[in-house]
């Protein structure tokens, strides 16, 4: 069983920065990790994943050039470094983890979710 932490959310100026980070524990057989997002009305939106071994990245194309993720496998953690936040950032950040190799893009294809957290960017 994997379980998922995310922390590192919070109030945030436009313009500014915030690191996400997700916790993992038992994900010796997973793939990857990815972060989606969910803002009020909206539905749950891919915005960034990696690969555990090989660490090939992948990114949704409205965060490109100002989101990078990155993972320490040694400590089982991702992180979502967050760069030149915009209101339309404003969401609950979620990880996931998938068990196959494939598909990074989809949330149907993840297994394992954490619990959320906000990300609030004013304007």
């Known amino acids: 069983q994997v379980q998922l932490v995310e922390s590192g959310g919070g109030l945030v100026q436009a313009g500014g920065s915030l690191r996400l980070s997700c916790a993992a524990s038992?994900?010796?057989?997973?793939?990857?990790v990815g972060w989606f997002r969910q803002a009020p009305g909206k539905e749950r939106e891919f915005v960034s994943a990696?690969?555990?071994?090989?660490?090939?990245?992948y990114y949704a194309d409205s965060v490109k050039g100002r989101f990078t993720i990155s993972r320490d496998n040694a400590k089982n953690t991702v992180y979502l470094q967050m760069n030149s936040l915009e209101p339309e950032d404003t969401a609950v950040y979620y990880c996931?983890?998938?068990?196959?190799?494939?598909?990074?893009?989809?949330?149907?294809?993840?297994?394992?979710w954490g619990q959320g957290t906000q990300v609030t960017v004013s304007s």
């Open positions: 996931a983890a998938k068990v196959t190799p494939y598909s990074y893009t989809y949330q149907r294809d993840y297994d394992y």
């Open positions: 038992g994900r010796a057989f997973t793939d990857a």
């Open positions: 990696i690969r555990w071994n090989l660490g090939n990245t």
